[in-house]
């Protein structure tokens, strides 16, 4: 039976099919609904659940291989950063139940904060890498990821990109394979890299490398395609359909479907067969170096380009010379960024810091749409967790100039998965930092994951829950304060008071994400015209339901869940229940 | 048949990934080689969206670019506008008549622009403009806009039979608001 499934969904099936019993990993757009599909899986066929963070999964995924389970982890392209520590040892233990992590790129940058491409972390950790190109590759390619690993004895990567995990084509199902634990063997020299046995598998990587490179030229993994002998295009992954679709019988393909290590011999054969080969892959020149250092001639990115995404088009103008045509629109099109929601918890703390004009170290999550306007309240952001360890910083090297104008805000997901450590050298090395964890009781940005400090598992079920207040007490932070931040007033005068103390504090806003199922709301709002006197003091908290008109604001009834907050800032008594 | 494709773009929160999903069902049941590719991400919330849905016998690129499309289902105003360059020239757009304003245009740094629908006819593009929204409100709820616009396109589809769209609606909506958007298909297709 064939049924269409995105390529994350497809994912989830292959490892099902495969007889995964262990999955654990971190939400991240593109890769989140991996593990979202793989989790309605019966829990004693496959386990899952949410880590706090990559590097946490992957170690999960490595003891469980490690026991003789076939184990999983999925993460998004900078995810692999923070898992890279553990992958890169990983790669010298090899593993003893089959281990696959998949990892997605997002070229175009469609919701990340970099254009990283994860095809260098292969080659770094010298492991296998597979690259599906539609929904039933993804299924096909992570059940033989499984007997790559177990062959080769060695993690693989599935690299997926933003377009193959986010569509949705065909894909025939099978039944799971039913495997028996293989028996745990306690073995020293394989599993405990300390310098002496490292050395001697650092040797056994090596020859696994050589071995896989044979595996690349005649397992059939790389597939060519000929149809002429003037064009040839070296592809892989997405980039494969889009040169499908643009050139067609035009020209001949290898098709890459293991983009580490790659082949020579069948490259080179390839390339004797062609009068002009082109090397087709979004983000940075990787097959393309390859095949130079190997001598062979293409045409790559001197043609091509290192960002964004290439789509049919690129390729039909690049190779062929040909544009498509359209017909503009003769208007000025406003833009349509996203917003935080009507009713989102984390807008009144953004107007309050906006109103106090401190300086506000960012972070990763719905919250970091508190630095569009109007309420542009945030300076930086760069990765989980910088906003705590990007203070500290920020007020040792300003030399204690900004303590009391500078705060870091965090969500509550993020703070669990790299800001406690980041709290700890606050506390350690004394900055008289003020952090504000924006604890809305939900991984908000990735499509509302449950998280450690919740109390629900990814099954929805009880579990225990992180106590923020007793946690910053234990680090040594002995100021900290809970605020609802949907009561601007209070949620001022605590963030005043808190910047003004000479000692590091916490300050925890906490207020359900307003898309929870558990959220009761009030009914919408509404605007007096009479009242009204069109002084747009409610429209600095840019919510999308307030809606603004030549004699007086009005509230769209569709959007508005009775938060309160511009009824707040209405001086004229306009705004009602 | 040569490769067929259609846009669906609106507003994050319209429903517009529900209806991809019927969309990509109801011609997968009628033995096309179908994808769908959406964007999920920063443009949930509330920001322009778009899916690709490509159908036919063969399909390689999930994407559709601009001179690309077929057809067009808008959800509101602004995007219909926004996205009108992906059509062919010979393309349809079935545009919802709801307006939703954009960040810019509530704080006013930017305007609303006027007469879209007719500046879009004025393209010799043909125009199937219609008020889903007070369809969706008169079946039950006015988050059913998605399945009254998918209404309207089952009069336009051709070779798509009436029931096997009425089970993709019934396979794709949540179980508690079949009969609303049962209503809200019927509605559609009258209009
Ligand atoms: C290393 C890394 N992993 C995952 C992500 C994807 N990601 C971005 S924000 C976020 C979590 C946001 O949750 P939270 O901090 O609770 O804030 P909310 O969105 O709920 O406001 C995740 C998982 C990322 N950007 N970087
Ligand atoms: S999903 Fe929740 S946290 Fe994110 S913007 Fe909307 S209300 Fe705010
Ligand atoms: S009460 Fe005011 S601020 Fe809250 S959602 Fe409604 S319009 Fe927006």
Redesign the interface.
Known sequence: MSELMLGNQAVARGLYEAGVSVVSSYPGTPSTEITEFSSKYPEDEIYCEWAPNEKVACEVAIGASMAGARSFCAMKHVGLNVAADPLFTASYTGVNGGMVLAVADDPGMHSSQNEQDSRHYAIGAKVPMLEPSDSQECKDYAKLAYEISEKFDTPVILRLTTRVSHSQSAVTTEDRIERTLPEYKKNIAKNVMVPANAIKKHVVVEQRTLDLIEYAETSGINTVEMNSDEIGVITSGICYQYAKEALGDKASYLKLGMVNPLPVKLIKDFAAKVKTLYVIEELDDVIETHCRKNGIDVKGKELFTLQGEYFQSKVKQVVLGEKDEWQTLDAEIPVRPPVLCAGCPHRGVFYILKKLGVMVSGDIGCYTLGAAAPLSAIDTTVCMGASISGLHGFNKGRKGEYEGKAVAVIGDSTFMHSGITSLVDIAYNRSNSTVIVLDNSITGMTGHQNNPANGKNIYGDPASAVNLEALAHAIGINSVTVVNPGDLAETERVIKEELAKAEPSLIIARKPCALLKTVKHKPPFHIDADKCKNCKSCMRIGCPALVSGDKCITIDNTLCVGCGLCEQLCKFDAIKE | METKSIMIVG??GQGTLLAS?IL??VL?TAGY????????????????VVTYIRYGEK?????I????ADMIISFEQ??A??Y????K?DGTIITNTQKI?????????????DG?ID??KA?GINVIAVDALSAAEKAGS?RAVNVVLMGVLSKVLPGIELDAWKKAVEKCVPAKVIEINEKAFDLGREM
């Open positions: 507003v994050g999903r990509g069902s997968g080689e179908v994808k769908v590719s959406e964007v999920h991400g920063m443009s949930q919330r509330g920001g322009s399909v390689y690129s999930p994407v670019e601009k001179g690309q602004l995007e506008a926004r009108v360059s992906y059509l020239k304003s954009p960040m810019p245009v509530i704080t006013g740094a930017a305007e609303y622009p879209i500046k879009i393209m006015a």
